[in-house]
């Protein structure tokens, strides 16, 4: 995410602890071989993983208020038994336990983080090898404001809509709360299989690729796939929408607002054949296929992430930084709650690579502002101090990583990121994993630049 100044204050509302929906689990366990997924050493077994969601939804006439079904398929790939899973309800997190703008029925569970998660018992635990389904019916009521989900007259946005799976790691459960400043998500790769409903006057930009089909008289049938992807996003609206395809073959659909140009749509489209290009050429060819970029210079943020699907404003430095999400963030997952440099660091860097300066000298930036001022520090530390969020995540990050370039030299650091991304793609990075990997091609000892820049782990 691209911040632009700080994020309208939520509503204040009680944290009642309560269960949502009191109907009944429906849960199928079939044994199943171990996921042949290998992962990098040092990473450690996260589950549940091989995850799978096909989700039906149908909109009323505005586009948001969707009814429908959601199925989650997992499998249990850590050694220990699997008793209950966790539902992260993002959606949630304006209204919280007074309000639940996303809710479910069907299924039984106990919620917590202020109704941001659903805890859902299992009939009996997992074994390793072992998976499970859980199904349910879905209501999504979009809320007033525009957002990253939330809506502004005809238009809606619909990131962080569907429930996903927590990641159960070797620090535990991942139920850390919701952020504005930046991000709180943290899933596995998974693969979603979406049907969306709406008024045919309505377009449904979406994660995936899509496939259009008459409906009912009025209504189009929106069917989308995802392949590998850490969440999925989708906006409806009367948006005005342009078309192209990168140089290297990546379909890419640019999905205006009325406050944004014919003009400044077809800028930010060549602008996004030209970024996705080289995003390639230097982390791994993009694997989506497609892509979404809406935009509405209505956000009060300058641009936010999802696999495949961007929200922008008229901004090339934010679009730019979207698009590297897809590798730092998307494709090359990280805990955005308790790493947010993982990926808001690299995808500044990235930024830089493609706009320029690339080697920008970073020497007399303005580094800390106190002892326990870390690179490396979570969301909850740049909640409390959120004026210091972008000075330090995005810009030191940024220019830490263009001295371990200069440290390394050009052509050995742009191999590391390169071999790194493919280490990892669709993993898991970590701040120790990059460390030893920085220092496997290092010709000194680190030790003291990663002191320097403070970053820890």
Known sequence: ???????????????VLAVLAVLAVLLSVVAAAPPGHSRPPGDGPRTPAVVTHTVTLRSDATGAVWRGHQRVGFTQVAPEPLSAVHLRLWGNARGGCAAPAVRLTGITGTATADCTALEVPLPRPLRQGESGTLDFELSVDVPEGLDRFGRDGAYTILGNALPTLAVLDGDGWHLDPYTRNGESFYSLAADYSVSLDHPSDLLVPATGSAVDTPGAPGRTLTTVTAHQVRDFAWAAGPFTRLTGRSADGVRIGVFAAPDVTA?????????????IDAHSARFGAYPYGEL?????????????????????????????????????????????????????????????????????DCAAAPRWESEDERLTSPMSHWDAHPDRYEAVVYDHGSCALHELGRLLGEDTMAALLR??????????????????????????????????HRIDG
Request: no cysteine.
């Open 1 to 15: 995410m691209r911040r632009r100044h700080g994020p309208p204050a939520l509503n204040a509302v009680p944290a």
């Open 263 to 275: 003009e400044e749509a077809g800028r930010m489209l060549e602008l996004a054949r030209t970024a």
């Open 292 to 360: 979404a970029v809406v935009l509405d210079n209505a956000f009060w943020f300058s641009g936010m992430e999802y696999p495949g699907f961007v929200l922008d404003r008229v901004k090339p430095s934010a679009l730019v930084h979207e698009l590297a999400h897809q590798w730092w963030y998307g494709i090359v997952g990280d805990d955005q709650y308790r790493a947010p440099w993982l990926d808001e660091s690299f995808s500044e860097y990235a930024t830089d690579l493609v706009l320029g300066p690339a080697d920008k």
């Open 419 to 452: 071999d790194y991304a493919r280490a990892h793609w669709y993993g898991v990075s970590t701040t120790a994993a990059f460390k030893a990997a920085a220092q496997a091609v290092s010709p000194v000892d680190l030790a003291a630049f990663w002191r320097e």
